[in-house]
């Protein structure tokens, strides 16, 4: 069955150039969420959707993250002007309406590395 | 600080044996979920718990809940190699769509 799909796994790039992310969620899934997991750590939050908005961008680190999702199915997150502390595991998880009694269902991430 | 905090940070036992990892917060929370992580991989989630409710089972899964004590715990019984990976609560602090996580306990199973 299709689950969540994140691409790409992996992705190194020099510092100060810009990255794009990809989630194609759960057909169907309304709600979807991007994480940045660094090391050994918890996941951290970033952006919320629901359909193509966002109502809660709180997580985003900086004016150099952004996301959009079209068609209430993709999402991509681009970092712009990449710095050496966005090296980290990017997470994408959607559920079914959004609702906090829901499961997420996640990607396998995108790995990504700052040189 | 996280909303969700387990203890231990890392476990190590016997394939067998009983694995029980804890989870406390701090404000007042509709559902509690429990997720597994294996190394390089996405969250799968376990089981959901919600705050009217203090014990659920599924599988060799046991969660309880104790709103008093604002915590949670997570008993695998008879566990497996294949056990091994990280586990984290999330808890939704009240919220409607959001899920904050813990750091998560990190479990290993020796055969």
């Known amino acids: 069955g299709a689950g969540v799909s994140q691409s790409p796994s992996n992705k190194v790039t020099e510092k100060g150039k810009d990255v794009e992310l990809r989630c194609d969620p759960i057909s169907g899934h309304t709600a979807l969420y991007w994480y940045r997991q660094s090391l050994g750590q918890g996941l951290e939050f970033l952006i919320y959707?629901?359909?193509?908005?966002?109502?809660?961008k709180s997580g985003l680190p900086s004016d150099r993250f952004s996301a959009e999702r079209t068609g209430g199915s993709v999402s991509t997150l681009t970092i712009q002007r990449t710095q050496q502390e966005d090296s980290a595991v990017y997470l994408c998880a959607s559920s079914l309406s959004g609702s906090s009694n829901q499961p997420q269902h996640f990607g396998d991430g995108t790995r990504l590395s700052i040189l | 600080s996280q909303q969700g905090e387990e203890d231990p940070q890392a476990l190590s036992i016997q394939e067998g044996e009983n694995a029980t990892m804890n989870c406390s917060y701090k404000t007042s929370i509709n559902n509690l979920q429990w997720y597994r992580q294996n190394s390089g991989r996405g969250l799968v989630h376990l089981i959901l718990?919600?705050?009217?409710?203090r014990e659920k089972h599924s599988g060799r899964l046991r969660v309880t809940l104790d709103t008093s004590k604002k915590s949670s715990s997570l008993l695998i019984t008879a566990s497996r190699a294949a056990d091994t990976a990280s586990y984290f609560c999330a808890t939704d602090e009240g919220s409607n769509y959001k899920l904050t996580f813990g750091k998560g306990t990190l479990l290993t199973v020796n055969p």
């Open positions: 718990i919600r705050s009217n409710e």
């Open positions: 959707f629901q359909g193509n908005s966002a109502p809660d």
